[in-house]
């Protein structure tokens, strides 16, 4: 029996259901922090990871124990995302 699925293989699977699949929360938070800077990111999400001495990883500790503050953060990140080269020349 075959599998056609290689766990030591590079090459990203597609999952249509989840745009998120192979993103690292890590990488997430990084592009927001980098787009938004952290009081822009508090002001969108005021959540005090990112409001009060912000680090990636205080960031990061706080959003893999918080399930509902990562979502909000994944979906700016999606939404944002869908935004970000629409405005450049």
Request: net charge positive.
């Amino acid at each position: 029996m075959t599998h056609s699925t290689n766990p030591s293989s590079n090459a990203p699977r597609a999952h249509p259901n989840d745009p998120l699949h192979g993103i690292p929360l890590k990488e997430i938070v990084m592009q927001l922090e980098q787009h938004y800077g952290w009081e822009k990111l508090a002001e969108r999400i005021p959540i005090n990871c990112f409001k009060n001495n912000p680090t990636l990883k205080s960031s990061l500790t706080f959003l893999r124990k918080t399930p509902w503050a990562r979502t909000k953060v994944e979906q700016l990140y999606l939404k944002s995302k869908a935004n970000w080269g629409k405005y450049k020349s």
